[in-house]
């Protein structure tokens, strides 16, 4: 079991920065990925940004060149750092991990960005 929760949104102008964080707990010795995902309204959750135990990031189009993804293993937690942030980032943002066939999500953080 696996539990993560989200802080950091908030309201941010148009090429601002936030950095979301992703506490993890329980069942942390089992994590060797993490993902950040965004839900706008009305719209489906995609993926945003993915690390790997052994470090290796991956991101969305929409986002490369503006976010990063990185992980701290002391602190149990994984950030999203967000630079240049754009209207069309406005999202609630999620922390997510798979164990098996297990999928684990965090509450979700509000990110909005005003033009």
């Known amino acids: 079991q696996v539990q993560l929760v989200e802080s950091g949104g908030g309201l941010v102008q148009a090429g601002g920065s936030l950095r979301l964080s992703c506490a993890a707990s329980?069942?942390?010795?089992?994590?060797?990925?993490m993902a950040w995902y965004r839900q706008a309204p009305g719209k489906q959750r995609d993926l945003v940004a993915t690390?790997?135990?052994?470090?290796?990031?991956n991101y969305a189009d929409s986002v490369k060149g503006r976010f990063t993804i990185s992980g701290d293993n002391y602190k149990n937690t994984v950030y999203l750092g967000m630079n240049s942030l754009k209207p069309e980032d406005t999202a609630v943002y999620y922390c997510?991990?798979?164990?098996?066939?297990?999928?684990?999500w965090g509450q979700g953080t509000q990110v909005t960005v005003s033009s």
């Open positions: 997510n991990t798979k164990i098996g066939w297990r999928n684990f």
């Open positions: 329980g069942s942390i010795a089992s994590i060797d990925f």
């Open positions: 690390i790997t135990s052994g470090g290796s990031t």
